[in-house]
């Protein structure tokens, strides 16, 4: 009789243990806080792109999961400050492989990861995430490019101040509200 | 015994100097420089400003090294770019002496003070020397804390140039090559210290036909191309060697794609061709790949008239058993000047073989007869060894005979200028006015003094035969003893013409040269499509020669036709008149023929016409099959260049569903029953090599009289007339940056006959014939009294098509 509660000591002690299984999909448990999930190309304050399609996170890419073309701004449609934005971006997400260096690479800080891990899919297609899925969305102030610069004359007033010029002009300053 | 002697140090060669650099020694010829000496040594000394094929300028200080001589060492590190090689010296580069290093360091600090954080926008990020060389031989981080120089950007200087001003370093390579290789100084520095800039004269855009290379050697991202401005980066790109399909000049070209499209074109690196300059349309005119009449499918004319797509058996069907139908009442074989040599060689021997015919002429432009016995007794079978670009500088002079060098064969005017400037050669041009190209292959350059410029030899269109059978004694001195004479494809249009340049050649010893405005020109020339020629030369009137290629071909003796065939115009007054069947067109524009009319009548009313072509066309709208064909970058193939040297290149691109002429016809000739064994280009070249040139001694050139010019009227001028090279060209299409930099069209005449027609400079004349007028501004230019001159096919000024007359003819002018 012994032998039989000894064979069982193990699941009778772990019953009086903390669960650690995580009840998924019911609870949607977060990700630690830099957890390399679901990319986002951010905006500048007044909706404008980011990113200027520069290529080089791309370039950075060790699984060649980025793709990106360039694209000349014109004065009747503008979707960054200056003269270059990103026509084309998409991300494969077969092949990412999370590792982060894209967003060490972007330049304009318009790369970010997000923590959004559900990516999963039954084809191919649907896992190559094109610019419009990408996008951050457009918080309250933005507007959707294109349109043009909001914020000042030129691409060094968004780089050099833009945080302020956005906070002087409240209509477009989503980012502060979001931190109070 | 003998004590053996201390080892001696090799002597150093007649002509060098020994010196030791980094340590090492080395001997170097006299009068090198310093940077080359060491690049030969393997130590790379940054560097901007320096290029092989400029002076020297010393502009930017970046290749300083510390030179010691005579064993004293120089107070301050020097510009090893400017500064030649000497006996003795000692140098020591950046890896060996600390002064140098931080030499360098101190100018690439001072380079990067007002250079832009432009990299991840700049089109240059990825492949650029200050990118590089800052990365390697620079500071690792900056010191410099102040606002930097910003300029408003980018300033186009032209359609297809842009300039970031705030990204130059000064180097000026640009305006060096502007005024040294293309003698078109349009672009400068302004300004003085800090705001030293580069720039254009306001109301002069940089309109240049070789702007582009100042694009490619920029060694910053200051000059751009508009075209593939922000298009992509340079580790996306696949580069694949090519040769131009633009002009005959054989200039090596780098193709890069990106995705199977090509988003650029840089010149290759070839000392014996083209050195590293092409000009504008060989560089940007390639988007004729992707226009919207690219023809991708074959296509048949149905039962209601339509042209519907269709597959390629059932197309290739139709062709062949029209074809067939016709083989009795004869085919016609017409081609254009867009051929590779193995395409060409198919159809010559399509043409032989599949037709039974000799009517088969590449020439689709005006020609002549006279200009076939010249092309067989002098042009066909030469090759570099007879005369090629470096006889061409070498020359003491060198006469061009209907050939604007600049606007035909720009590559050639290059050469012409370089000789000129480098080794005062003597460059005459038997023309009509001093156009850009005879001013600046001038010996006395820069002089505005008509009277100090003697290169320009004027006659009025249709006496140049004349002319040249009387050049003044100076010029028949000067070609006397290894003078070259070049004549282009426009000689056919002044009877005589070639004549007169064989006997002047003759007379002269001058090497004689054909450059024609067309790639594909020489190489069909040589494959035998041509009336009379068959491949390599051959006579097809020879029966030594035609029992050759029956062997070879593995026909029974006697099958080759034995009468010289038609040319382009007979083929197609046969085919107005019925007396020819049906045709087999690939690549010609009836517009580009001497009379239009009569060409389109040939082709509307022959009873069967098989098309081979790119693009939507006059031809294939009239055509009952249309097969598509590939382009350069989706075809493998070469080029007969005007020297005569075969130029290969391979296919930039997947052949996308596309095929080469050769295999077409190919096709087609197994669908009527005849094996040509052409698949591919790989198996025509080989071929054609087999049957290599035939040994019969070359025939008797022509000896034409010289004809006389015709006399204008009251009322009237004779017309002079040729093609610029950015213009209405077919490949030319859907560039609107290229097309932006093209020479404006205007009306030429000199200022007396001007006044008695009643023209004034600026004011709108109008030159008309019985078919149609011109109507564009006047331009005054010292061409001869009574001459007016038109380009050939720019905008509005469409003289074939749209006068029915052409060089040499009379023509009315009106205010
Ligand atoms: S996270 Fe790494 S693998 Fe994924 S896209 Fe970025 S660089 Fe590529
Ligand atoms: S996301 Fe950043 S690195 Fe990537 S193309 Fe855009 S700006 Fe460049
Ligand atoms: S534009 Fe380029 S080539 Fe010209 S001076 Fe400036 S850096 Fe040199
Ligand atoms: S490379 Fe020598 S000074 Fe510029």
Known sequence: MFEFFKGFGVTFSTMFKKVVTEE??????????????????????????????????AWACPADAIYVEGGDNTEEARFSPGERFGAIYQINYLRCIGCGLCIEACPTRSLTMTNFYEMADDNRQDLIYTKEQLLAPLLPGMEQPPHPMRLGESEQDYYVQGPTLARANPKTDPVGEQVK | MTIAPEEKKALVPDGYVRLTIDGREVDAPKGELLIRTCERLGIIVPRFCDHPLLDPAGACRQCLVEVEMGGRPMPKPQASCTMTVADGMVVKTQHTSPVADKAQQGVMELLLINHPLDCPICDKGGECPLQNQAMAHGRTDSRFVDVKRTFPKPLPISTQVLLDRERCVLCQRCTRFSEQIAGDPFIDLLERGAHQQIGVAQDKPFQSYFSGNTIQIC??????????????????????????????????????????????????????????????????????????????????????????????????????????????????????????????????????????????????RPHSDEELDFLASHVVGTGPEHLSYSRLEAAPAVLCVALEPEEEAPVVFLRLRKAALKTAQKVFHLGQWSTPAVLRTAVELGSAEPAARDNLIPAVPGAEAAVLADLPAHVVE??????????????????????????????????VGWVPRRAGDRGALDAGAVPNL????????????????????????????????????????????????????????????????????????????????????????LADVVLPVAPDAHRSGSYLNWEGRRREFGAALEAGGVLPDCRVLDTLAVEMDVDLFTQTPAAAAGELARLGSGNAAAPAAPALAPSEPLRPGFGQAVLASWRQLIDDASLAIDEPALAGTARPAVVRINAATAERLGLAEGADATVRTERGSITLPVALADLPDGVVWLPGKSGESQVRTVLGAGHGDLVGVTA
């Open chain 1, 24 to 57: 998924y999909p019911e609870n949607f448990p977060p990700a630690a806080p830099r957890y390399h999930g679901r990319h986002q190309l951010n905006r500048h304050p007044d909706g404008l792109e980011k990113c200027v399609g520069c290529e080089l996170c």
């Open chain 2, 534 to 621: 068959l491949p390599g030369g051959r006579l097809v009137t020879d029966a030594a020669a035609r029992a050759e290629v029956e062997s070879a071909w593995g026909l029974a003796e006697g099958t080759l036709p034995t009468a010289r065939g038609r040319d382009t115009d007979e083929i197609l007054a046969a085919a107005a008149m019925g007396d020819i069947a049906a045709l087999v067109v690939g690549g010609l524009d009836p517009n580009d023929l001497a009379d239009p009319a009569a060409a389109l009548a040939g082709l509307r009313e022959i009873g069967f016409l098989v098309s081979l072509e790119l693009h939507t066309s006059a031809v294939t709208e």
């Open chain 2, 219 to 364: 060694p910053v991202g200051a000059l751009t191309s508009a075209q593939y401005r922000f298009r992509s980066r340079p580790f996306d790109l696949v580069s694949t060697m090519g040769v131009d399909e633009h002009t005959a000049s054989g200039a090596a070209l780098r193709i890069d794609t990106r995705r199977g499209v090509v988003l650029r074109r840089l010149s290759g690196n070839d000392p014996e061709v083209n050195e590293e300059w092409i000009d504008d349309k060989s560089r940007f005119a390639f988007r004729y790949l992707t226009s919207k009449g690219r023809i991708t499918r074959p296509m048949v004319r149905g039962a209601d008239g339509q042209l519907a797509e269709t597959s390629w058996t059932e197309a290739l069907r139709v062709a062949a058993e029209g074809l067939l139908a016709a083989r009795a009442g004869g085919i016609g074989v017409l081609t254009g000047g867009r051929l590779t040599v193995e395409d060409a060689y198919a159809y010559a021997k399509f043409a032989r073989v599949a037709a039974g015919t000799n009517d088969v002429d590449f020439r689709a």
């Open chain 2, 478 to 511: 000067a070609l006397t003893g290894g003078g070259v004479i070049l004549v282009g494809e426009r000689a056919a249009e002044v009877p005589g013409l070639y004549s007169a340049v064989a006997a002047l050649g003759a007379r002269t010893g001058a090497a």
